[in-house]
């Protein structure tokens, strides 16, 4: 048994290790947990929830650029009693923490579903999306506004005693400001960052090789964005962070937490390598054991400038 | 469905632009069914990023092979590997082919590169007693893949090989010769030629199952990339990688 002690906390969520799957790159569990033991690692944050149904916009959804991909999958999603009904009973059955996303068009909405869900005991946390760059209601329209992301903030945590984290958008020329709306709302922790905007053309049909026209780029291609948006936070607001931008190896979720994550998510490459999450726990206490960090912990923005 | 680091046994060029990986994956190997597909990180760097789907060739013992035409950068990655380098390959992924039915004959129709699931197809069609029946086209001869497929007739749109024209014209003019017998088709290949396939079967209600592609992400159903109309649910998206890649003809829309 290793001496390393890997426990990290965001805020008040006590995670085992750091290790946390993205949302939208682990459904609801069910089909990563062929390739992985769901128990070994931090938790994982459901897919999306709005209070109804979404289908999700029409293909062509997803493209591969350098190093990266853009995807438009329009929150397809199951939907707030679905979920409860279906995939809360096999989420039951692990020792992971359960954060759900949720993605609404309205304020409205963004309590609705979070009133309907805080009830589960299942459920630790929830992650507040107000950054979803694909679809036309909601999404970027309250994330690049300071004002409904603190509104949001506010009233949902009315409705929860549970942690509120808010997944911020990189598409803002200041990120802190919207992390620090966030924090004085009452915002437990953000997660950061979210997709960026990016298109492609096909060349010979001159049509954009998404149907969307834009999609959000993600995977290694915007791990320095993602990087710089985390230390931007760290160094301006006093609120934990979960880092997350095209983490593909440990060695990038350790350049994370130094940059200032509490902890990490891990999202496009659940689609390459869907058991990274469980190999990367050795490889972690490895890097600790080397460099003589006894609590994981210790690493959070212990960057040395 | 497993994650494995399959061998390269050989890489076989079988036409101008068409070859066959071999790789050996016992785990892979014993749980594949016609139809199915791998899932393959071609290199071990972020070029190409995604993994490559492609379907299942044929099965011999501990090794599967998978057919493809070199068109992209990853096809190209595939083309170069040598005897001994390992692949990282996910399979058997995805619903197959469905042997069931009440059919006698068989009736395989592929289009290009679409002639790639069939010969596992056959295989295991001639091992439960069924006839069987091809039918390959493509725009040249050189599209046109015929491999390891039985009694075949083929189509191409310049005339260079075979019929003159699609393999759906070219199993439209045969049809009446097996009109007193119980049929099955099978259709692998582009989209617009599925969906011609499709009304064919629609218009003499044969009873049919089709092979679909589609760009993906992920290739097990999580990242909703690759999603297909339902023809039952107005509201609902199949996904490719999971519900497929191979549907009954009456259940999805083709784009």
């Not at chain 1, 809360?88 to 304020?107: E, M, Q, W, Y």
């Not at chain 2, 785990?27 to 597909?37: H, L, M, S, V, W």
């Not at chain 2, 990853?74 to 083309?79: F, K, N, P, S």
């Amino acid at each position: 048994m290793s001496a390393v002690d890997l426990s990290v906390s965001v805020g008040p969520l006590k995670l085992r290790n750091p290790i946390l799957l993205a949302s939208g790159t682990v459904g609801y569990g069910n089909e990563i947990s062929e390739f992985i033991d769901l128990n070994k690692i931090g938790g994982i944050v459901t897919k999306s929830l709005s209070l109804k149904p979404r289908k999700g916009n029409t293909p062509q959804r997803v493209i591969e650029t350098p190093s990266g991909m853009l995807n438009a999958i329009g929150l397809a999603n199951i939907g707030v009693e679905e979920f409860l009904k279906t995939k809360i009973p096999f989420l039951k059955k692990f020792d992971t923490k359960i954060i759900c996303n949720i993605a609404a068009s309205s304020v409205e909405e963004y309590v609705e579903c979070t009133k309907l869900l805080t009830d589960e005991d299942t459920i630790s946390a929830f992650e507040i999306n107000v950054s979803c760059p694909n679809v036309k209601e909601g999404g970027l329209e309250f994330g690049n506004d300071k004002k409904a992301v603190a509104k949001i903030t506010e009233e949902v945590k009315k409705v929860s005693t549970k942690p509120i984290f808010i997944k911020l958008s990189p598409n803002v020329s200041r990120i802190s400001e919207f992390a620090l709306a966030a924090k004085e709302a009452g915002a437990d922790a953000v997660s950061a960052i979210n997709t960026l905007v990016g298109t492609a053309f096909d060349i010979m049909t001159r049509k954009p090789k998404i149907k969307n026209i834009t999609g959000g780029l993600s995977g290694p291609a915007i791990k320095p964005v993602a990087l710089a948006k985390v230390l931007e936070i760290r160094r301006n607001v006093d609120i934990p962070i979960i880092g997350i931008g095209g983490i593909f190896s440990w060695q990038d979720a350790v350049e994370f937490m130094i940059a200032g994550a509490s902890a990490f998510q891990l999202g496009t490459v659940n689609f390459v390598h869907p058991n990274i999450s469980e190999t990367m726990i050795n490889d972690l206490i490895l890097y600790c054991e080397k460099m003589k960090i006894a609590s994981l912990k210790n690493l959070t923005g212990s960057f040395i400038l | 469905m497993f994650l494995a680091n399959a061998k390269v046994d050989s890489v076989t060029q079988i036409g101008t632009n068409v070859f066959l990986l071999k790789l050996q994956s016992d785990k892979i190997a014993a749980n594949a069914k016609p139809g199915q597909f791998v899932n393959i990180k071609v290199s071990n760097s972020n070029f190409p990023l995604l993994r490559r789907p492609f379907s299942i060739c044929n099965v011999e013992g501990d090794y599967f092979t998978i057919m493809f035409t070199s068109v992209g950068e990853g096809t190209l990655v595939l083309q170069k590997k040598q005897k001994g380098e390992f692949v990282d390959v996910m399979g058997s992924a995805g619903n197959g082919f469905s042997l069931d039915g009440n059919y006698e004959k068989a009736i395989i129709v592929a289009g290009g590169i679409g002639a790639a699931p069939f010969p596992f197809l056959i295989k295991e069609l001639e091992k439960i007693g069924k006839e069987i029946i091809c039918f390959s086209g493509g725009r040249t001869k050189n599209d046109c893949i015929t491999y390891e497929m039985k009694n075949v007739s083929t189509a191409t749109d310049d005339g260079s090989f075979g019929f003159r024209g699609t393999v759906v014209e070219l199993l439209s003019s045969q049809i009446d010769r097996y009109k007193n017998e119980r049929i099955k088709i099978f259709g692998c290949g582009p989209n617009a030629m599925l969906k011609s396939l499709q009304q064919f079967c629609f218009t003499r209600n044969i009873e049919a199952e089709i092979s679909t592609e589609s760009s993906m992400a992920c290739g097990f159903g999580i990242c909703q990339g690759c999603p297909v109309q339902s023809a039952t649910d107005k509201n609902k998206f199949l996904l490719v990688c999971k519900d497929g890649p191979v549907f009954n003809v009456k259940d999805i829309e083709l784009p």
